[in-house]
Structures are given as structure tokens and as C-alpha cells.
């Protein structure tokens, strides 16, 4: 039996570790001292010169901390390295401070991108982002988008074809469900997938924005990588534009959102039809896709997507960011995609997550459409939990009950 019941805590977030040294009764200018101590980090820095790599290094094990570059550094000067960071908040406060003095402009760079990134993981610069009148406050609960396709061949089995009715009807119910937007797509995405005319895919989605503008209370929001279809959606009644491919199709996407003042989702994506094989039971799925380096590259594609949104206009604050569950990855990359998808929050932006019904969820489970939602559900939860602020779903009923237990437990379980 132990005598001092030893723990090790399970503590993520500075408010929980405060609490902590509060039971403890610790003063308040100690716990100022601690809190800073607290918190470990490990932070990655790609590509940098042998000196700066270098001065990193000894700069950060000479205040307490670790840092891991390149065996090759040693030996050979005309070479770049990553590095990796280990250490609290206050060593990176230390070494931070330290960089800003140095003579070489790259490390106080270096130093600034840092801070940064510690700031947006942290959360600090989301707030809050207002929607067709709506408030929606990140962190505060997650969000629910349904989807409403107004297509013959969606993966997902739930196609509505060219019928209104039918299309405002699922909206309505999803609402009354407790849908806080509603995502409306006139054309397949699922591998494998034709693309279709612009003409039809207006034919498609006008019509049906147009009507549940009359009739919803919640924003519409147009999934398109088509910056003619965009235009058309907005002036039609959407609130927010979805853009499947983050603006590396039509980037022209990015000018209109600016214009029309309307936030913009901006998704990853590296889909390509020769990667995509299909099965009658499971449906498609992606094979043979190639990454360096998965949450590296995903992380890069969208920061590239979120500097090309601003350039063009478009509010930092009014972006949001997709990593494209399904999109131009294997089962096993968007298996790894979800579990380490915390490593999005140093965009700074709110993340919006569609794991909903995925071909990922049939191949590990070995289901057909019809079955996913219990893997839906699970992939719903471990989203929430590592970070995600809205997510895309089709069975909303049973999403909302998910999302709002994860959200007691992740959330108000932490306070």
C-alpha cells in the first residue's frame, strides 16, 4: 500500500497547473515564478544555417534546456539543419531574449516566429469571429457544420440530386438538431470523382442558398474550389465560403471572400485521380500518396494558403483551416492526421475538421457507408479533443450529443 499516494498528473493547460499549485498552497508571487516552469514544449525549426543552428543549440543548454541538431553540423559547416527544441516556457523566454541581441538578424527572426508559435498554440489569437450575426467563440464549445449535398453521387451516400425541396428539408432537420451552420456542395469530392461544369454546379447550389436564406437562422456556407460558383453562392445568401482546394485551384477565391467581407475555410488537399481506387463495399480511398514529412507539409501547404488569403484582402481573423481528412491521403496518413492534428493550433486559426463518414473510418473498421457512425462518433471525439473548433458531419443529431460530452469532458473538465 502506498504511503504518499504518488501522481503523475495529467495537467495541459496553465489555468489546470495554477489549480494545482494552488491545492498545493503555494503563494501567489511563487506560483508567478513556477507557472513559467511548468509547461514543457518541444519545438521544431526547419532548415536553418550551420551558425544559427549552432548558437541555438548552446544558447538553449545553457539556460536548462535541450536542443537536437544535425550529427552532420558537427563536421561540416556548409550545411542546413533542423532543429529541436525541449524545454519549458522559461527557457524559451530566456532563450528568446537571448536571440534578440545576437548580431544576426535570422535569429531574431527565429526568435519572433517562435514566440509566435508558442502564442497561437496557446490559443491567444483566436477570439472570436461573427457570422451572418452569429457569434462563434473558439474554445468556448465546438461547433457543429452539416452537410447538405446537392449532388447524384456524394461518398457519403446522402446525394440529393437537383431536389430543392428534399435539400431544404435535410437542412431544416439538421438545424432543429442543433446544427450551428450548414455546408452546402453541388459536386462530388469522394477519389476517384468526375468533376462537373460550372453551370451545373450553380444549377445545383443557387438555388437551393437562395431558399434556405429565407428559411434558416444559421449561416449557409458554399463548399467550392470555384471562384464563379463562390460569387454566385454569396450573392445568392452565403455566409462563408469553403474552399476544398485552399486556394490553389482559384485563388481568384480569396479576392471575392475579401470583398464580400465573408470568412474563408481553407482546406488541404492533394488529391489526385490516379492515386484514388475504388472497391464496391468501402468505396475510395487514396493509396501511394507521398509526403516528407505528413504534419510538416500539411502545415506548410496551409500556412502558404492562409499568407496568399491575406495578401488578397482577406481578415486573419475571418480564416479558418481544414486538414482535409481524406483529401490526397492514405488511411494510415489521415489515421496519424487525426491523432496529431494539435499540431495545427500553431496556425493561430480556428480548425475545422470533416471526418464525417471517410473511407478512413470504413477501412480500419472494415464498413460500408451505412455503418461509419459509431467510427464517426470516435473520430469526432479524439478531434475535439486534440483541438478542433467546428466540425463537418452528416449524422448531426448524433454529432451534437458527441460533441457536447467531449466538450464537457476536454473543455469543462479542465476548468
Known amino acids: 500500500m502506498s504511503s504518499f499516494n504518488v501522481r503523475i498528473l495529467d495537467l495541459h493547460t496553465p489555468d489546470e497547473i495554477r489549480a494545482e499549485m494552488e491545492k498545493v498552497g503555494a503563494s501567489v508571487p511563487g506560483m508567478k515564478i513556477m507557472m513559467p516552469k511548468a509547461s514543457f514544449r518541444v519545438i521544431k525549426v ?77 490559443g491567444k489569437e483566436l477570439g472570436s469571429l461573427s457570422i451572418a450575426g452569429r457569434a462563434f467563440d ?127 475555410v481553407l482546406m488541404h488537399n492533394r488529391s489526385r485521380p490516379k492515386d484514388a481506387a475504388q472497391t464496391a463495399r468501402l468505396g475510395g480511398r487514396y493509396l501511394g500518396v507521398e509526403y516528407e514529412d505528413l504534419m510538416a507539409d500539411v502545415i506548410r501547404e496551409l500556412r502558404n494558403s492562409i499568407s496568399l488569403a491575406v495578401e488578397a484582402g482577406v481578415e486573419r481573423e475571418k480564416i479558418i483551416v481544414d486538414p482535409g481528412i481524406g483529401f490526397g491521403k492514405t488511411v494510415k496518413q489521415n489515421l496519424q492526421l487525426m491523432a496529431k492534428l494539435a499540431e495545427l493550433k500553431v496556425l493561430g486559426r480556428p480548425i475545422l475538421l470533416g471526418p464525417s463518414r471517410k473511407s478512413f473510418i470504413g477501412y480500419t473498421l472494415d464498413l460500408p ?20 473548433d467546428i466540425v463537418r458531419v452528416h449524422d448531426v443529431k448524433q454529432m451534437v450529443r458527441v460533441a457536447r460530452m467531449t466538450d464537457a469532458m476536454v473543455r469543462r473538465g479542465r476548468d
Open 138 to 264: 473558439w474554445g468556448d464549445r465546438t461547433y457543429i457544420m452539416g452537410v447538405v449535398n446537392v449532388t447524384p453521387d456524394s461518398f457519403s451516400g446522402d446525394g440529393l440530386g437537383d431536389d430543392i425541396e428534399a435539400a431544404l428539408a435535410q437542412a431544416e432537420r439538421m438545424i432543429e438538431e442543433g446544427a450551428d451552420l450548414i455546408d452546402v456542395g453541388g459536386e462530388s469530392t469522394r477519389p476517384g470523382s468526375e468533376p462537373i461544369s460550372i453551370e451545373e454546379e450553380l444549377g445545383r447550389v443557387v438555388p437551393v442558398i437562395e431558399a434556405l436564406a429565407q428559411r434558416a437562422d444559421v449561416p449557409i456556407s458554399i463548399d467550392t474550389y470555384r471562384a464563379e460558383v463562390a460569387e454566385e453562392a454569396v450573392t445568392a445568401g452565403a455566409h462563408l465560403v469553403n474552399d476544398v482546394w485552399g486556394l490553389r485551384m482559384e485563388p481568384e477565391i480569396a479576392e471575392l471572400a475579401a470583398r464580400h467581407q465573408v470568412p474563408l
Open 46 to 122: 526547419e532548415g536553418l544555417k550551420f551558425a544559427a543552428a549552432n548558437i541555438i543549440k548552446q544558447e538553449m543548454l545553457a539556460r536548462g534546456g535541450e536542443a537536437v541538431i544535425s550529427r552532420q553540423v558537427y563536421s561540416t559547416k556548409d550545411v542546413d539543419s533542423d532543429v529541436l527544441l525541449l524545454g519549458t516556457e522559461r527557457h524559451y523566454q530566456d532563450l528568446l531574449r537571448k536571440l534578440r541581441v545576437q548580431p544576426f538578424k535570422s535569429l531574431g527572426a527565429i526568435a519572433s516566429e517562435v514566440e509566435q508559435a508558442l502564442v497561437r498554440h496557446a
Open 369 to 388: 457507408l451505412d455503418e461509419r457512425v459509431e467510427g464517426t462518433a470516435a473520430a469526432v471525439a479524439v478531434g475535439i479533443a486534440n483541438g478542433a
